[in-house]
């Protein structure tokens, strides 16, 4: 399985009378593997085509599929012979193209689903071995373990969101410039749900003792109790899951459309974009995306190559977590509140809790310290302080 790194979403735009344009929209946001969600098989496979022209993978969805796991799906295990067609005809329909990455299997299935996706799974293993599925579990999954060994997944993949609102706005429309986006991000009441350090250790070790790659979806769009963000905060999540090892981030969501009427929960529309068919426009989350995806990439693309050996914590959280008390070479890390993620390769990454404000990290250690430089195509001398924007990192090594 190769190892670059991915940045996704979830839900991408509607079908519309240019998708070409649209793709290359993602594309231009920072997103290098597109989600290929509507359209006939030859409308899928003219997009993978495409995908491959611009140099990004692609993830299949395709009906059939949802339909072995949604629709009458108890009875598909008395049927191998029709589960085993269906998986042998979508395979056949789509391996052979450059572009693809994985196939989209299903959102947070049901623990009593283990048994088929299990099946499911082995099939397209068998007819696509190079590519593999792509199946999100929720944060609060049960039996986990009896999924990896029943399931047996390729790249494990769970969704956590924790920036919440105590209200719900009265905003109804998509933001589309920065002035509005931060006096409406400012006058929400905000906290954050406890749990979410805990939850990205629990995914980490899993998928370090099944020896899998791991994606994790953040928050993006505004909905329910889940506040409006800042950029800052969410560089804050994409960073926070940088320190954990994660080999693909995912948005949750790319696009959202019109809403239903009197629905309170997808009241607040802000995705990338908004909009129905081809009455499509960017809001502010669309620019802040794009430039979280450049900052965190280049870094993501060394992070993918290693393998997470510990995560230590500084100053104080109130989830479950490890205390920085020196580790190998680097004795203290002081000056605000971090995530500290140690490397297999030698590396390690300080990312900055505060997502309001920077902070002044110095790091004590025995040798030179070198911190990744993006424009410099590789690591660069560094002095000991180091200034990490809100809700920032820095991606260090010792010499």
Known sequence: ????????????????????????????????????????????????????????????????????????????????????????????????????????????????????????????????????????????????????????????????????????????????????AKAHAAAQTKYDNPGWYNNLEEVRQLALRYDVPYMIIILLTEHGQYRYLTREEISYEACQALAYGSAVLSYFRYWNGSIPPNDTFWRDQNSCIQGEGDDLVRCQHYYDVQAVNAAIRPIGERIAQTKSEAVFHVGEEQDSVRPFAGYGAVRAIRGGRYTVGFFEDGTFLVANKDYLAPSECEVEADGALERFDAAAGGFVPAEKKILLPAGGCAYLRLA
């Open 1 to 180: 399985m190769e190892h670059p790194y991915f940045i996704t979403y979830y839900c991408g735009f509607p079908k519309t009378n240019d998708d070409e344009r649209r793709y290359r929209e993602a594309i231009d946001c920072g997103f290098n593997l597109l989600q290929i969600e509507h359209g006939s098989t030859e409308e899928k496979q003219e997009a993978l085509r495409f995908c491959e022209k611009m140099g990004v993978r692609a993830c299949i969805h395709d009906q059939r599929i949802t339909d072995l796991v949604y629709s009458e799906w108890e009875k598909r295990l008395d049927d191998p012979e029709a589960l085993e067609k269906t998986v042998r005809e979508v395979c056949e329909d789509f391996r052979d193209y450059p572009a693809l990455l994985n196939y989209f299997i299903i959102d947070e299935p049901s623990t009593d689903k283990y048994p088929l996706l299990g099946a499911i799974v082995a099939l397209f293993r068998k007819y696509d071995p190079a590519h593999y599925c792509y199946i999100n579990l929720n944060p609060g999954q049960k039996r986990q373990e009896e999924y990896m060994d029943v399931v047996k997944p390729a790249m494990l993949s769970f969704d956590r969101y924790h920036l919440m609102r105590k209200e719900t706005s009265e905003k109804n429309g998509p933001i589309t410039d920065p002035e509005t």
